[in-house]
């Protein structure tokens, strides 16, 4: 899996935009959050039980990350077709306000997420405004992430200091003597 410290590759890939009528697809490309932070979460596939719990938490978590000048983007290997046609019936996802992408194999394989089983794996990576991967972490296809916790440590990064364990926006920095 990519790692803190390395370049994000880039990437431009399709992607299911709206579930509107008409507005449905687009491209994303990675140079059009030049600048900006980016919270890529990646999950194993569409029509499932644990990933449209996460995706949710993740919408609804969408403006504390733009607040925080973060732009959300979420997909797996399942193509763009499939991630309309799951919106469309599955409720939790029917609103969504961000982009699932297609994350096809070379993405995946890029970023270092495929799955042995030929999924994305259940990653969450944070990229800074500079392009540089700063946080990366993936865990077991079964369990579910913490949103809360993503939020954590983008504040964390972008405090520019030391944080403590379990540190919290607005608590101090660390302060090296």
């Given at each position: 899996?990519?790692?803190?410290?390395?370049?994000?590759?880039?990437?431009?890939?399709?992607?299911?935009?709206?579930?509107?009528?008409?507005?449905?697809?687009?491209?994303?490309?990675?140079?059009?959050?030049?600048?900006?932070?980016?919270?890529?979460?990646?999950?194993?596939?569409?029509?499932?039980?644990?990933?449209?719990?996460?995706?949710?938490?993740?919408?609804?978590?969408?403006?504390?990350?733009?607040?925080?000048?973060?732009?959300?983007?979420?997909?797996?290997?399942?193509?763009?077709?499939?991630?309309?046609?799951?919106?469309?019936?599955?409720?939790?996802?029917?609103?969504?306000?961000?982009?699932?992408?297609?994350?096809?194999?070379?993405?995946?394989?890029?970023?270092?997420?495929?799955?042995?089983?030929?999924?994305?794996?259940?990653?969450?990576?944070?990229?800074?405004?500079?392009?540089?991967?700063?946080?990366?972490?993936?865990?077991?296809?079964?369990?579910?992430?913490?949103?809360?916790?993503?939020?954590?440590?983008?504040?964390?990064?972008?405090?520019?200091?030391?944080?403590?364990?379990?540190?919290?926006?607005?608590?101090?920095?660390?302060?090296?003597r």
């Open positions: 899996m990519i790692n803190p410290g390395q370049p994000f590759p880039h990437f431009s890939t399709a992607a299911c935009v709206s579930a509107k009528h008409g507005e449905e697809f687009g491209t994303i490309n990675s140079a059009d959050y030049a600048g900006k932070w980016i919270v890529l979460y990646t999950y194993p596939k569409d029509f499932t039980f644990v990933c449209p719990t996460e995706i949710a938490e993740f919408d609804r978590q969408r403006g504390a990350l733009e607040q925080r000048g973060a732009v959300l983007l979420g997909g797996s290997t399942d193509n763009e077709y499939s991630h309309l046609a799951w919106r469309k019936s599955e409720d939790l996802l029917s609103t969504l306000g961000h982009p699932l992408l297609f994350i096809s194999p070379s993405i995946a394989s890029s970023l270092g997420l495929l799955h042995p089983a030929g999924v994305a794996l259940r990653a969450t990576i944070i990229v800074d405004p500079k392009g540089i991967v700063r946080y990366s972490s993936s865990q077991d296809l079964s369990a579910g992430r913490n949103v809360d916790e993503v939020l954590r440590v983008l504040d964390a990064l972008q405090t520019g200091g030391l944080t403590a364990c379990n540190w919290k926006r607005g608590d101090a920095t660390l302060n090296p």
